[in-house]
């Protein structure tokens, strides 16, 4: 029988622990190559770099294992050799700190590195996840992120059920309906996406029927076109045509699908009371439609991200009302689910308010993050993204650029961990002069997880008028509360080995 | 690996980096060490058979054969060279023994291969291989890279290498003291990897309490630890390591998540039992408590009931056939099949509705809407309107609903109950709009019609008369209300 060879090729990064345990198994040195794939950042759009690390969160603040800050790090000097040195660095958090500190130290211990590229980027911003635990637990509104909240996107793909999309062809009375998901590639190749990916959901049906006028009117085009060389120009315009009412139809199926869940009562039910939280209102009692979902037995990452949002709101729940909460969700849920409620408390999402102060009302008046008067068709501030509520993180990055943070140094000291700035030097002649008018580019770093919604704000700040700086985003995982939620549940199976 | 294959070389040749390295950042070493090191890698390809291995990596580490050594020679001499590498240019003259050449590559040469880069490749593990790198042309390359010879990298150097992903063996780190240096190294390195090789290093070499003690005072390293021996399940170890740094309440969490694994019920049971003295909080220690003796119960219905179903004699049992066991379920949810299968029996049993919320303190508003739900789905409508209605002392009866009755009406209605019973219910909703929304929903026409009444709302009345049957009970009863000359209408 012909030998065979063994090769072992780990991606992103080789693991000890994986050698160790096929050591144990004896089979080690049965691999004639083993190596690893660097993946560090990965590009998932023209602004969007992901390290698509599922664990990052987890694993730093939980397990205090700051494994992956290494690696982001890394993929910042890897960045730096392609793009420049960055000559600001600012930001908040432990997590943050620590990847500045080690970008520096790897800077220095590499002199070599110091290249002649001409700098991209004028400044990086790194934040730490847990300076906002409140935007991944509200749900999304804009459409990319209600796409991401209720079918889930993995690496730019979605997978839909198929009954809206089969082909209708006249005549057929709709026999042999496809049952495979049908499955989608979402990112800005697409020009209708792109157009309506970062909109509130709400205002997309304008965009899509206007388009549908637009393509229609594009192939009546057909009947005025006389001579030889119209009838030739619409011809060769025709596959764009095509892909454009293409791509139509598969929108307005996506829309459909998502506004059946929009429009139903459970979800205006769910989102009142996230508003209600998010706006600072009852924060500090049992609520009653979470106690109603428990009662009902709503799935349980459903509950968990409700009461974490409420504990959040409220720098922490009063004993009592946690204790009530935990025991509902103990006895209807089972309970070995105080592992997880141990992970939640231990990562500050759901605990006790210790200093029996709440500082989110502070936090929330002075950073505007609660705007009443939102337009979601056309917005003039963040908080369009969640129809109300604007996500701390992007208010923090907004507040950098103009007017800085010095601003609002008292509100940045309650937050967690340090904030600094520092500066890399640039070789002179590189210095970068900027043109009048010309955009700062800043590279916003979010340690922990991102989500969607976070990524239309930065891009809405990009496109302002007189915005004066455009963002690059990058993270270390896409995230959605209910994936973010998942990866802190303690895994109830028994391991596989 | 002998042979030269000059195809592969090919294939390495046309790909991205020139870079590599031979000996790494020997910057610092002095002349005597070089000697070293070339004289024994050389004695590595005089006394290697071993064909296995030939290593190639991404990072550019070279494939060893003489051509390509020649190639790199050549490219060495004409690359530039940074400033800093000039030093080291002098030091390499010193060399006699073995023809070599200065080489190094600079930043630009990185950028040439890059453009041919596909993906993202370790240009930061390029980046770190900076300086000139010294080397004799060889035979083959491979072993002074991967073996550990009788090396002498110091702690720094050997972290160096293994963030780069050579093999190092770390057993030269003989004293305590080398080892805590190679420790230290190690975390101020920041590569995780790393730290945790040198970790299953000292514990295998390190006596228990000396690793502890000298892991306490050395806290990142502590929590790779810990992380480590939750990946690897080494339950007994990570429990004797928290409790030496007294984190007492992960200890009992930690051995309480271990009845996860246990399959067999009763050893799970006496498991929890056991787990119940552990220095859990105090809300805790209850849930855990509750957990077992939960555990326990079931134990008891289940050997019971199963039993019963087998022996056929039930009614209930035949009927209604249980899907699925009622081991390791929830507490509601063993309320429900109480409520279902047992409703009526004496709180001394085990298996009665009763004796769970007594044992468990069941809030009554759980209470009877579980109850509700496991009585509607048997369609025993008494059960139901037994559990809403309460006698107070004049012994007058009053119904009351814990949870509202829009949401007694949405059970009922979802276990199709007849409208009449549905009409009761209805009726006591407070809110009435919500009212008049069931009883449309759900044709409970006496309840519209008496809510229009209560309303004097004479339009919507008599538009409602559309929604009757012709001729009906309820046609008249509409009839007879609009002709009631006493009612003030309000329109």
Known sequence: ?497 | MSRVRADEEEYWHSSKFRAFTFDDEDDELSQLKESKRAVNSLRDIVDDDDDDLERVSWSGEPVGSISWSIKETASGSTSSLDGRDSSLQKGSSSYAALPKQASSYSLSSLFKGRNKLSSFQSLSDALTDTGVKNYAPELRRPKAEYKDYSGDWSPKDTVRRMQRGKVCSLERFRSLQDKLVLLDEAVAGHDGNVITAVLIFLKRTLRREILFRELEVRQVALCHLIHFLRETGEQKFLLDLLRFLDRTEEVALSQYREHLNIQDVEKRREFLKGCIGLPFSAEDTSHIQDHYTLLERQIIIEANDRHLEMAGQSELFRKYPRKASILNMPLVTTLFYSCFYHYTEAEGMFSSPTNLKKTFKIPDKQYVLTALAARAKLRAWGDVDALLTTKNWLGYTKKKAPIGFHRVVEILQRNNAPVQVLQEYVRLVEDVETRLNLATKYKCHDVVIETYRDLKDRIQLTAYKGKVERGSAEEEKINSILSNTQIRWKN
């Open chain 1, 1 to 497: 029988s012909p030998q065979r060879d063994f090769h072992i090729l780990f991606v992103p990064r080789r693991s000890l622990l994986c050698e160790q345990w096929l050591k144990e198994q004896g089979v080690l040195g049965s691999f004639i190559h083993r190596e690893q794939y660097s993946l560090d950042l990965i590009p998932f759009d023209g602004d969007l770099l992901s390290m698509e690390s599922e664990s990052a969160f987890k694993e730093c603040y939980l397990e205090s294992d700051q494994t992956s800050l290494y690696h982001a790090a890394k993929g910042l000097m890897t960045l730096q050799a392609l793009y420049g040195t960055i000559p600001q660095i600012f930001g908040k958090g432990d997590c943050a700190r620590h990847v500045a500190n080690m970008m520096i130290r790897m800077k220095r211990e590499f002199p070599g590195s110091q290249n002649s590229i001409f700098p991209v980027f004028d400044t990086l911003l790194l934040l730490d996840r847990n300076v906002d635990l409140l935007t991944p637990l509200a749900t999304q509104l804009t459409y990319e992120g209600l796409i991401d909240e209720i079918y889930g996107i993995q690496n730019t793909y979605v997978k839909l059920p198929p009954e809206k999309f089969a082909p209708k062809k006249q005549g057929e009375g709709g026999k042999d309906l496809p049952t495979e998901p049908k499955k989608l590639q979402l990112n800005s190749a697409e020009e209708l996406y792109a157009e309506i990916r970062d909109k509130n959901f709400n205002a997309v049906g304008s965009v899509l029927s206007k388009k549908a006028k637009i393509i229609s009117a594009a192939f009546e085009e057909r009947h005025h076109a006389k001579t030889v060389g119209e009838i030739k120009q619409f011809v060769s315009q025709l596959p764009h045509m095509q892909a454009a009412r293409s791509s139509l139809a598969n929108h307005t199926s996506i829309a459909e699908l998502i506004k059946d869940i929009t429009t139903s009562e459970d979800f205006f039910d769910n989102l009142t009371v996230e508003q209600e939280f998010m706006s600072g209102i009852d924060t500090d009692k049992v609520n009653n439609y979470i106690e109603d979902c428990i009662a009902q037995k709503h799935p349980l990452i459903k509950i968990l991200r409700l009461v974490c949002l409420q504990s959040v709101c409220n720098s922490g729940l009063k004993q009592k009302v946690l204790d009530h909460y935990k025991r509902e969700i103990l006895q209807t849920y089972g309970y070995e689910h105080i592992l997880t409620l141990n992970n939640l408390e231990k990562a500050g999402l759901l605990k006790p308010q210790t200093s029996g102060r709440n500082n989110y009302p502070t936090i929330r008046k002075t950073l505007r993050l609660w705007m009443d008067d939102v337009n979601e068709q056309n917005p003039n501030d963040i908080s369009y993204v969640y129809s109300g509520y604007a996500p701390l993180s992007v208010r923090l990055a907004q507040l950098l650029a103009r007017p800085g943070w010095r601003s609002i140094e008292e509100v940045l000291k309650m937050l967690p961990g340090p904030h600094f700035e520092e500066r890399q030097q640039l070789p002179t002649g590189l210095q970068k002069k900027r043109q009048h008018g010309e955009n700062r580019v800043t590279l916003v770093f979010f340690l922990g997880g991102v989500t969607y919604a976070e990524i239309a704000a930065l891009r809405f700040l990009s496109q302002m008028e007189d915005g004066g700086t455009e963002y690059i985003i990058a993270t270390t995982k896409l995230i959605n509360g209910t994936t973010w939620i998942k990866s802190l549940m303690e895994k109830l199976e028994p391991a596989p080995f």
